[in-house]
């Protein structure tokens, strides 16, 4: 798989702006996703789910879009802040099998 | 509510040595996964407990073990350390049902010279 750390893609965004991550998923039996977020010296944190029978769920200032015939995950967070500064995975999962993680993608917020 | 708790948080061992990493999940949480995270190869699946049975497991040698106590505590167990085992080692526990979030520990970080 990709280099998750130092060789992450990283996506920089200016304060403000929204930002858009993007995972393309690899099981198209997959039926439940998850967003995680992991800052540095932390485990990863739950964001937001989405079940394979819905292709759009909205949290607070984040929207998880899903688009099952190209196996593609979209995680858009509105008006990025600094502490949105972390490294996003996408983890998907079919019934009975473990979870299956993303290499990640590390957001950076300029100021 | 407490949440995933690891112990230790970091290590330095030695290549042949072997170790212990232990988990709580949060309190009613029946599964507990671990993961093992490094910067070539993210977070790799190592294995899943529930109710003291391994229900799933990943692609790594014997090595790597684990298991489940009555309270839900878990221990995974490495043995015959090696350099690339030098990693950041995630547990994770869920309620049980076979979806749901997973709740992640802040982990055990693991150095073997």
């Known amino acids: 798989g990709e280099s998750v750390g130092l060789h992450l893609p990283t996506l920089s965004v200016q304060e403000g702006d929204n930002s858009i991550i993007n995972c393309a998923y690899s099981?198209?039996?997959?039926?439940?996703f998850i967003w995680y977020k992991q800052e540095s010296g932390k485990g990863p944190q739950f964001i937001i789910d989405?079940?394979?029978?819905?292709d759009k769920r909205q949290g607070q200032r984040v929207t998880v879009l899903l688009n099952k015939t190209v196996k593609h995950l979209s995680l858009q967070i509105a008006a990025t802040q600094p502490g949105d500064s972390a490294v996003y995975f996408c983890?998907?999962?079919?019934?009975?099998?473990?979870?299956?993680f993303g290499p990640g993608t590390r957001l950076s917020v300029l100021p | 509510k407490a949440g995933v708790t690891q112990t230790p948080r970091y290590l330095i061992k030695t290549r042949g040595q072997q170790v212990t990493l232990s988990c709580s999940p949060i309190?009613?949480?029946?599964?507990v996964s671990w993961y093992q995270q490094t910067p070539g190869q993210g977070l790799q699946f190592l294995f899943e407990?529930?109710?003291?049975?391994?229900?799933n497991k990943g692609n790594f040698p014997g090595r790597f073990s684990g298991r489940q106590f009555s309270n839900s505590r878990s221990e995974m167990n490495v043995s015959t350390l090696e350099l690339g085992d030098s990693a950041l080692y995630l547990c994770?526990?869920?309620?049980?049902?076979?979806?749901?979030?997973?709740?992640f520990g802040e982990g055990s970080r693991l150095t073997v010279l």
């Open positions: 989405i079940r394979s029978n819905m």
């Open positions: 309190s009613g949480h029946r599964s």
């Open positions: 099981n198209s039996a997959s039926d439940y």
């Open positions: 983890a998907e999962k079919n019934d009975g099998q473990n979870f299956v």
């Open positions: 994770a526990s869920t309620q049980g049902g076979l979806a749901g979030e997973l709740f």
């Open positions: 407990y529930f109710s003291e049975t391994q229900r």
